[in-house]
């Protein structure tokens, strides 16, 4: 089922082995001159585009985009005991690990009278993109509000598809974690003209422009908001999930396989990728996953995605082999399972989380571990790290002096304006001290 590449006994650079890494054929650019279409209407024609929109592309005539506040306080009182629950303890941990990424501002004196100040400050308005599609997803509505809550973002607004089997509104499962959050502001609206709406606003919606877009979609979602960059900022252009697993012949290889289905799961063009030294492991991963893909609920999904190219059994020397592999894929979830975890650890650059041991499942991150789910995939991690307050904080330095820490650095500002020939720079500067 899973492909193999076998790297033992090859000297191979690190651009070769980015070469090498097993990557689902995806290109953003081929659904963007739709996604550009679709968000040209909705700036034509507001809460008309929206609903034509969601009855062609959904399935379904919302009876308005704007979901009503009631309905939002219905779906948390008609929420599963159980479910609300693990979303509340979700939530807890989240914030409190979520807390350790926001800095302290902090004066430096440079010379006396002479301090700079750094502060961070939140943006003001954040549009967050929960899809719809194959799951239903109130763990992101965790972990993409909660961070912008950490920041101190005051205005906060959600978007989710308009669900056929709900007459056109929000999955109420999304609804009831919105309202466990406190947001009331939602829109039964997805794909590419969500990300328009989010990011120029609907006039007739009364729905303000953001600043900041984030979550996760399918590739139109992922165009769009290449397309509205620099209006807004946005998180990453997520792609499909991927998860590596780091492992040697002391890992327990049905629990290894376990981790490669549960990502698989997900959609067919997830990657599932081991990394191993041990042949012997590896063949009882594939005869593991070979077994669990035939019994488990989304069988003909996995099957698809571990017999895709983006997945693979890839054979190396040692673990310092296998680290090398892994910082060249830059995987979304990195897990490790090895008798020294740590060691390996030290050998890590790039990945969105890490997983340490055989306790510590990706699944755990997905929900309840405290760590943010929302993560840079399609080798991203590399250069981008996943979701957080950080996001949602800009850092802003504060500059100020007093007359006598300006004079001391006069004559140096009037030399390097005049370097420049930018000689009223300097003239700024010795203003102030004429009489």
Excluded at 307 to 326: I, K, R, T, W, Y
Aim: proline share 5%; aromatic share 4%.
């Amino acid at each position: 089922m899973m492909h193999t590449i076998d790297l033992r006994d090859r000297q191979l650079s690190r651009a070769e082995l980015a070469g090498l890494v097993p990557r689902a054929a995806t290109d953003v650019a081929t659904a963007t001159e739709i996604a550009a279409q679709l968000i040209a209407d909705v700036r034509s024609r507001g809460e008309m585009a929206l609903l034509e929109q969601a009855e062609r592309l959904d399935g379904v005539r919302p009876e308005r985009i704007r979901i009503h506040a009631d309905e939002v306080n219905k779906a948390v009182r008609g929420l599963d005991p159980t479910v609300r629950e693990a979303l509340e303890a979700a939530i807890s941990r989240v914030s409190a690990a979520t807390q350790a990424q926001v800095p302290e501002s902090s004066v430096t004196e440079i010379a006396p009278g002479a301090e700079v100040i750094q502060r961070w400050q939140p943006v003001n308005r954040v549009g967050f993109y929960v899809p719809g599609g194959k799951a239903v997803y109130p763990s992101s509505v965790v972990m993409n509000v909660v961070p912008a809550q950490v920041a101190g973002v005051s205005s906060v607004a959600l978007a989710s598809p308009a669900q056929k089997a709900f007459h056109g509104s929000v999955h109420p499962t999304i609804l009831g974690a919105a309202g466990l959050l406190g947001i009331d502001e939602v829109y039964a609206m997805g794909g590419a003209g969500a990300i328009g709406a989010f990011a120029y606003g609907v006039a007739d919606l009364d729905l303000d422009p953001v600043e900041i877009i984030t979550g996760p979609g399918n590739v139109y979602v992922a165009a769009a908001k290449r397309l509205v960059r620099g209006v807004v900022g946005i998180d990453a252009e997520a792609g499909p999930t991927e998860i590596l697993v780091i492992a040697d012949a002391s890992a327990d290889a049905r629990l290894v396989a376990a981790d490669l289905v549960s990502q698989a799961e997900h959609d067919e063009l997830a990657a599932a990728v081991l990394v191993t030294d041990s042949a012997e492991l590896a063949l009882a991963v594939v005869a593991a996953v070979e077994a669990l893909a035939t019994t488990t609920r989304h069988a003909a999904r996995v099957r698809e995605a571990l017999a895709g190219e983006q997945s693979a059994v890839v054979l190396v020397n040692d673990m310092a082999a296998a680290a090398a592999f892994s910082n060249a894929y830059g995987p979304e979830h990195l897990e490790i399972q090895t008798v020294e975890p740590g060691e390996v650890l030290d050998l890590i650059e790039s990945a969105g989380a890490i997983f340490l041991g055989e306790n510590s499942p990706v699944s755990l991150g997905d929900y309840l571990a405290g760590s943010n789910h929302v993560l840079p995939t399609g080798g991203q991690s590399r250069f981008a790290s996943g979701l957080g307050a950080y996001t949602f904080l800009r850092p802003q330095q504060v500059v100020r002096y007093d007359r006598a820490a300006l004079d001391a650095v006069r004559a140096q500002i009037v030399a390097l304006s005049s370097a420049e020939d930018l000689p009223a720079h300097g003239d700024a500067v010795t203003a102030r001290f004429e009489r």
